[in-house]
T-cell receptor, first 112, second 111 residues
Framework: SQTIHQWPATLVQPVGSPLSLECTVE??????LYWYRQAAGRGLQLLFY??????ISSEVPQNLSASRPQDRQFILSSKKLLLSDSGFYLC???????????FGDGTRLSIL | GQNIDQPTEMTATEGAIVQINCTYQ??????LFWYQQHAGEAPTFLSY????GLEEKGRFSSFLSRSKGYSYLLLKELQMKDSASYLC????????????FGTGTKLQVIP
């Protein structure tokens, strides 16, 4: 069966510090991968998606970036965090467009 | 774009049945997902309807009418752990970015 791992579960970072969140999927190959952010009381905002190694599409201009160095690894990064980057970050995967997305447990990021 | 309409909040009693309605307007419609999201947690996939009709999965059932742009999620024998938000999510053609996860319907189950 397929599983998705996302870490860390919580993170507290100072403004201006860098960020690296990692997501890995097991039990499938060539998944579509997604990064979302959810602010308190809001819906999910799609940040990035990837259909293959090295292929990243950005949905919203951010000071964030994403990379996919391996087939089942998706990384969300920032060089300098802003206060507005606080939120609940979710990684998800599906087999192909139109199929259900399955989410990791999320990372709760607080910027101080 | 997409327009999704579902109640913001609902309250129901433990052991009862509740129906959460969703109407949607979108071009390139493929099917409709329902997700459950407990407070502070990630969404989990519940059901996917492509064809018109009712799909039953244990205590949860989901219905779709493509011609009416209407779906509902039916929860039977409610349990306290069913207190969560339920997201109606249309799937559309033409792009991985075109799935919109809104805030859904927040269901509170009371004793």
């Amino acid at each position: 069966s397929q599983t998705i791992h996302q870490w860390p579960a919580t993170l507290v970072q100072p403004v201006g510090s860098p960020l690296s969140l990692e997501c890995t999927v097991e039990g499938t190959s060539n998944p579509n991968l997604y990064w979302y952010r959810q602010a308190a009381g809001r819906g999910l905002q799609l940040l990035f998606y990837s259909v293959g190694i090295g292929q990243i599409s950005s949905e919203v201009p951010q000071n964030l970036s994403a990379s996919r160095p391996q087939d089942r690894q998706f990384i969300l990064s920032s060089k300098k965090l802003l206060l507005s980057d606080s939120g609940f970050y979710l990684c998800a995967w599906n087999r192909e467009e139109g199929q259900p997305q399955h989410f990791g447990d999320g990372t709760r990021l607080s910027i101080l | 774009g997409q327009n999704i309409d579902q109640p913001t909040e609902m309250t129901a009693t433990e052991g009862a049945i509740v129906q959460i309605n969703c109407t949607y307007q979108t071009s390139g419609f493929n099917g409709l997902f329902w997700y459950q999201q407990h407070a502070g947690e990630a969404p989990t996939f519940l059901s996917y309807n492509v064809l018109d009709g009712l799909e039953e999965k244990g205590r949860f059932s989901s219905f779709l009418s493509r011609s009416k742009g209407y779906s509902y999620l039916l929860l039977k024998e409610l349990q306290m752990k069913d207190s969560a938000s339920y997201l109606c999510v249309p799937s559309v053609e033409g792009g991985y970015q075109k799935v919109t996860f809104g805030t859904g319907t927040k269901l509170q189950v009371i004793p």
